[in-house]
């Protein structure tokens, strides 16, 4: 899960609860769901977050969360916005494959040590989450004095233009360099460019950005030298571009609000398309400008859920009055208003602040109120049916196979369900169409959150691999063993997707083998009672000639062997590994 460092006393600060101890700060944080996980070497808060909540990446954003918990601060606040000043001018050039950018302007904000280490900070974690690691959004925060704008057409309005341009058409002083250097160049010879130079080498033109003086960012990789924010900045310029425009948008007033919280002053930005196809793309009809080529940002503009009072009371368990959900609303920063629909119905009207991306249905503002009325307060009870639960068939044969695993010297596993292409497939050394267990078309996430996990995994042998990579630093033998979930599609389901539970091991030390992967399958297989099978097949993950299929009751459920050296080097594994997986379902 994704982590943020939190000074405890700049918390105090811009909570103003500068009595509150570390472990009442602890609690209160829990409550929010920010989960306490140590220290860091410098004495701060590193916590654990839910991965939706990305508006709480940084100090000020934990902080505004911790006001409404507190009740000192309620409702929806939207912060007003200067006039526009400076545009952005997108140029024809911009290459296809990022071709959206957004903008604001930052004045007045004082950059004390804390407060450009929490920025840096946001700036990082955002381009991990939200951004792809920059793949769909890339922030670049400028020192606005270090700009001079520049227009073709009218010379009275500071602009920049957002262009593509040729791999060594221009240079620049990037960040963390003395010299300049092209585009192509940073990306071959300078250490963040190595870092990033996947994400723009295949385009035909680089996205750069311009100023009167020239070139200073070069996005998504490197900013230039010249406008590198510092403690003495006091006015900003935030850019960021992507593949998408509502993403960026979203992290744009993330990092608006966390200014904000500073006591910074924002302003408007004008972003002009070359046509008014591609701003109406990018607008989603709010803020475009009459002309049509134009969007004014930062998009501040909040939207509305409709939520039964029904559905609240059913959801948490609770009787609740309408002034009640109301204040539970405004103490969850949101603001609730009263309506009856159609069928008379009591329903509310939510409003939710901009710098919420994760409110996408009315089960996120029930789980607002929830938190708000305290989850540790809702008393249990027994539900309103006329028997009592138990443990479900399939539940107790995981159990009993989980226990004999464990009796066999395995280490029981719970690895995430989700994984990617890379991992699932390529690093297995395993086609997707190819007719070997493991393989099979993925069940793919639309919108995943991180590259890290795009897809269900349709085996588990790929955890059970990026466990032992991670344990290297572990002694050996290491028997690790999972029952886990795996999915792949299937258009003979009413879902479209093949649900399954797999059982997968592995034996990783200086003397495992085949023999000692089989002797473990046919105890567990002898336990079960049932007929065990192991005739040699092919498997490219496995060596071959030391590889066979697990055959159960006369069906082919799965496959074990010794996995192949290269899929071993590609897992940074240096001792042979034995392993077998083959469906639960054959041990009933």
């Known amino acids: 899960m994704p982590t943020v460092d939190i000074d405890p006393d700049e918390l105090r600060g811009l909570t103003g609860r500068e009595e509150k101890s570390d472990d009442e700060l602890k609690d209160d944080l829990f409550g929010l769901g920010l989960e306490f996980e140590g220290r860091t070497e410098d004495g701060e808060f590193e916590l654990e977050f839910a991965p939706d909540r990305l508006d709480r990446l940084s100090v000020e954003g934990v902080a505004r969360s911790m006001r409404y918990h507190y009740g000192d601060s309620r409702g929806v606040h939207v912060p007003s916005t200067n006039s526009a000043d400076w545009t952005i001018e997108v140029d024809e050039s911009v290459p296809d494959e990022r071709p959206y950018v957004t903008g604001a302007v930052i004045r007045d904000v004082d950059l004390d040590e804390e407060a450009l280490e929490s920025l840096i900070q946001l700036q990082e974690k955002l381009h991990a989450t939200m951004g792809r690691k920059r793949a769909k959004g890339a922030i670049g925060i400028h020192d606005l004095t270090m700009l001079k704008g520049r227009s073709a057409t009218d010379e009275s309005v500071p602009t920049i233009k957002y262009v593509g341009l040729e791999p060594d058409e221009d240079t620049f002083v990037p960040l963390d360099a003395d010299a300049e250097m092209t585009p192509a160049e940073v990306l071959e010879d300078h250490q963040t460019g190595q870092t990033y130079a996947d994400l723009v080498s295949e385009y035909e033109r680089y996205p750069a950005i311009y100023d009167d003086l020239g070139l200073f960012s070069f996005p998504p990789v490197i900013n230039g030298r010249r406008t590198e924010v510092s403690t003495d900045s006091r006015d900003l310029f935030v850019e960021m571009t992507g593949t998408d425009q509502w993403t960026i948008d979203k992290m744009l007033n ?335």
């Open 254 to 588: 993330i990092v608006c609000y966390a200014l904000a919280a500073r006591g910074a002053t924002l302003e408007d930005v004008t972003v002009e398309y070359p046509d008014s196809e591609a701003a109406n793309a990018a607008s989603d009809g709010s803020r475009t400008q009459s002309g049509g080529r134009e969007i004014v940002r930062p998009d501040l503009s909040t939207k509305t859920k409709t939520v039964a009072h029904d559905r609240i009371e059913t959801i948490l368990g609770i009787g609740l009055d309408p002034e009640e959900v109301i204040d539970l609303a405004e103490r969850s920063g949101l603001e609730a208003e009263r309506e009856e629909n159609d069928d008379g119905e009591l329903v509310y009207e939510v409003t939710v602040p901009p710098y919420r991306v994760d409110v996408l249905h009315p089960l996120d503002v029930i789980d607002d109120l929830g938190r708000a009325y305290g989850f540790n307060d809702l008393e249990p009870t027994y539900p309103d049916v006329g028997t009592v639960g138990g443990r479900h068939e399939r539940s107790r044969l995981e159990r009993a196979a989980r226990t004999q695993l464990v009796g066999l010297g395995f280490e029981d596993l719970l690895n995430f369900h989700m994984i990617n292409e890379e991992e699932n497939y390529e690093r297995m050394d395993v086609e997707p169409d190819a007719d070997v267990y493991g393989a099979g078309e993925p069940a793919t996430i639309k919108e995943a959150y991180s590259e890290d996990y795009t897809m269900l995994r349709t085996w588990t042998m790929p955890s059970l691999l990026m466990v032992l990579e991670r344990n290297t630093h572990r002694s050996y033998p290491q028997y690790l063993s999972e029952i886990g979930f795996t999915a792949r599609v299937d258009e003979s389901e009413n879902t479209g997707v093949g649900e399954n539970r797999h059982v997968g091991a592995v034996l990783a030390s200086h003397e495992a083998g085949y023999e000692d992967a089989k002797a473990r399958l046919q105890a567990l297989a002898e336990n079960f009672d049932v007929d065990l099978e192991t005739p040699p097949t092919d498997h490219p993950t496995f060596i071959p000639g030391r590889t066979a299929a697990v055959v159960i009751d006369g069906e082919e459920v799965g496959v074990i062997g010794e996995v192949h050296p290269k899929v071993l080097v590609e897992h940074d594994l240096e001792v042979p590994v034995a392993a077998f997986e083959f469906d639960l379902e054959a041990l009933r």
